[in-house]
């Protein structure tokens, strides 16, 4: 039986995929998305204890190892997942007569010499130290039969895209008949042929000819102005249908939680809209010329099969001798696919990364070393890029050898069947007339199957993203009307994030004020900003639970409850837009007043208004051309704009001078009015006038009070006061 195998979807998706493999080995079909949650895979991969919870969930008893070659040989149970190159997990599935047989993610079923595999597993530097490398066993359970709900991997057929084409069932219509009428009209083509040499020249009658020419001409211009027709109504059908598949993914990228693009890489997500064009082509032109091509098929071969039947049996061999060579290359094909896509994700993120971090990469004068990594990613590129050459080469000149012997063998055949008077001159130039036309499905069919096969795994990928769980599912369910003067209430609430060991909030009880102000301090790492995202619902907590007018926050809808809510994050973001347009974000009208109001808040009116465009002045992507105050100023501005009932700020005034604080808070504070508002701050001068001070360390709070009653108390927070009135003396 042959060992089952899984391409990785991602970059970091070996250690899931591993899983995968094994759990198909014992019968356990399961989705790599599940596998990716069981094991808390984020955007760095998978870690061995991760993957170990996972298996034990699913039903297997699990070990950790580090051992030596020998041992593994000798002593360990396969298939095992083995710890591959410092960054990769691969699944062991045999080891006989100085070969070790591995099935790899990332490359498919491979086998290796015991020194690759040494070298590979081990390693190097470790193969004059430990000599062992680390290896995760697992032994089945009878755990391992009992499937879990929804864990079944989705079907990525292509049954879903239909309903796509049928959304223009009219353009299918025309392009159909357009196909019909232009094979029928080239279906004449060999028949006129034939009457010109068996007619025309035996008889010599140049009128007949000249009759024949006439109407090969008008057949030809038919033909062209249908396919110029076909041609313009398949660029309409294609566009549309590209759009609506592009415009689908991003409607469900954007319902997706934000702990989704906690563990994706930008560049995964990049190459997922780059995979729509696939789908896109197969649908339309693929799809169609397949159409077109079966019809030529059906109807050429019936004509040839008519003329004689050996020729017929002879395009017939050569056809299937040409299909199975082509085949032969398929799976080799789809592998070099997948490490293209996986080389092209990560050249993406780098590329980004180049772009978004060239500020650093000056300061630190790192460009040489960075152009290196981009470099080292091309090399590795055009490595793949050979070997799909070469394949490509290799398929194209045994394949084109094939048809051409075909060709040559018909012809002399058809010479044959002229010379011993079975046919006649005229039939032989109409048999090479329809082997030629015969020539072309045959290509366009081999050129549908790499389509299809592309398609494939695009679906794989895409599938992956339209199975995933919205952020807000069962609407009818969620409550949509909010108190505006309800205060929170956490009780017991801990969190961690996805793949850590330590929780960030710990156990943690606080009863936040309704029409009050909040603030949270504490040092850098202590949980104040996942705080805040747990209160904006961007996470939902690991234990326990948050009141809100003693409604559970989880119960109410996450659109309705955001509506309430102005933020200012630290992680803010300004759009390549207008300021108006950034200030207003989501408003598809934007009230004036309101605009400049929130700009006064904010104090930055002056500045936008001194612009010669003023509030419609665009500015670049992330803020390009203002400084770190002003972005501040314009996130704090937008908050400002929804007059919400809620706000969240997030070091919203950390980059602004002390003058600037000092005027904006003063017109925050009186704009805090009636409102519940949290705030993080490090700085005295925001936290002090807060009805309520919570300080955070690790997770836990260890003190809460208004300012007086902590300075009072002389701990943590009068420490923190301490420690930034001696720094304002300093600067002082």
Not at 185 to 190: C, M, R
Not at 566 to 594: C, H, P, S, W
Request: net charge neutral; aromatic share 10%; glycine share 8%.
């Amino acid at each position: 039986m042959k060992f089952p195998h899984y391409k990785q979807p991602d970059a970091k998706d070996c250690g899931p995929t591993c899983l995968r493999i094994i759990a198909r080995y014992y019968g356990r079909k399961i989705s790599v998305e599940k596998l990716r949650d069981y094991s808390e895979t984020t955007r760095e991969g998978s870690s061995l204890k991760g993957l170990s919870d996972a298996a034990e969930r699913l039903g297997f008893r699990s070990l950790g190892i580090k051992t030596d070659f020998q041992q593994l040989k000798e002593e360990v149970p396969l298939p095992a997942i083995a710890h591959w190159e410092g960054d990769h997990f691969v699944v062991i599935y045999k080891i006989k007569r100085g070969a070790v047989y591995v099935s790899d993610p990332g490359h498919g079923l491979l086998t290796y010499t015991e020194a690759e595999f040494i070298q590979n597993w081990i390693g190097q530097n470790a193969l004059d130290t430990t000599r062992e490398g680390i290896l995760l066993l697992l032994e089945p359970t009878p755990k391992l039969k009992e499937k879990e709900e929804g864990e079944e991997p989705p079907r990525t057929g292509f049954a879903f895209l239909t309903s796509y084409i049928f959304r223009y069932k009219s353009f299918m219509l025309q392009l159909i008949i357009g196909l019909v009428a232009g094979s029928l009209l080239q279906l004449i083509f060999p028949f006129l042929t034939q009457s010109v040499v068996d007619v025309g020249i035996q008889n010599q009658d140049i009128n007949f000819v000249y009759l024949i020419l006439i109407a090969q001409l008008l057949l030809f211009v038919g033909r062209t102005a249908i396919e110029i027709i076909r041609g313009w109504i398949l660029l309409h059908l294609s566009t549309r249908i590209n759009i609506s598949l592009v415009s689908d993914f991003f409607i469900k990228l954007m319902n997706l939680p934000i702990s989704f693009f906690d563990v994706k890489m930008t560049g995964d997500i990049m190459q997922r809209i780059n995979d729509h064009q696939r789908i896109e082509q197969l649908l339309t032109s693929s799809s169609l010329s397949i159409l077109f091509s079966m019809f030529n098929l059906v109807i050429f071969g019936a004509v040839l099969a008519w003329y004689d039947m050996k020729i017929f049996a002879i395009f017939l061999v050569g056809s299937v001798s040409y299909f199975t060579w082509v085949l032969l290359f398929m799976k080799r094909r789809r592998d070099l696919d997948y490490k293209r896509f996986s080389q092209m994700s990560d050249e993406q993120s780098k590329v980004m990364e180049l772009i978004n971090g060239m500020q650093e990469i000056k300061m630190h004068n790192a460009e040489k070393q960075k152009r290196w990594g981009w470099e080292h990613l091309q090399a590795r590129l055009f490595k793949i890029s050979i070997k799909s050459l070469t394949l490509e080469q290799v398929q194209t000149i045994g394949s084109g050898f094939i048809n051409e012997l075909k060709n040559i063998i018909i012809t002399f055949f058809s010479a044959k069947l002229v010379i011993d008077g079975d046919i006649t001159l005229g039939m032989m130039m109409s048999i090479s007339y329809i082997t030629g036309q015969l020539n072309g499905p045959i290509q366009q069919i081999i050129g549908f199957i790499f389509s299809t096969q592309d398609a494939k795994i695009a679906l794989e990928r895409l599938s992956e993203i339209h199975e995933k769980e919205d952020e807000e599912s069962h609407l009818d369910e969620k409550i949509t009307s909010i108190h505006p003067s309800s205060g929170f209430h956490l009780n017991g609430v801990s969190f961690r994030y996805t793949g850590a060991v330590e929780e960030v909030i710990k156990d943690m009880d606080l009863d936040i004020p309704g029409r009050g102000l909040t603030a949270i301090v504490g040092a850098s790492g202590s949980g104040k900003t996942t705080l805040m995202k747990i209160l904006l619902q961007f996470y939902k907590p690991s234990q326990g639970e948050i009141l809100l007018d003693k409604q559970n926050l989880s119960s109410i809808s996450q659109k309705v409850w955001r509506d309430h809510c102005g933020v200012v994050m630290q992680e803010g973001y300004i759009f390549n837009d207008t300021i108006a347009g950034n200030i207003a974000l989501g408003e598809d009208r934007i009230d004036r007043e309101k605009l400049k109001r929130a700009a006064e808040i904010a104090n930055i009116k002056d500045f936008i208004e001194h612009l010669p465009l003023g509030y419609n002045t665009k500015i670049g992507m992330e803020g390009l051309g203002m400084s770190t105050g002003q972005k501040q100023r314009l996130l704090i501005a937008r908050a400002v704009y929804k007059d919400p009932d809620y706000i969240f700020f997030d070091e919203a005034t950390s980059a602004l001078d002390a003058k600037n604080e000092k005027e904006i808070m003063e017109k925050l504070n009186i704009f805090f009015h009636g409102k519940t508002a949290v705030v993080i701050a490090h700085r005295l001068s925001t936290v002090k006038n807060a009805d309520l001070i919570v300080v955070l360390e690790n997770g836990r709070i260890i003190e809460q009070g208004t300012h007086s009653e902590l300075v009072d108390l002389k701990g943590s927070y009068y420490r923190l006061v301490q420690n930034q009135l001696d720094l304002e003396r300093l600067n002082a």
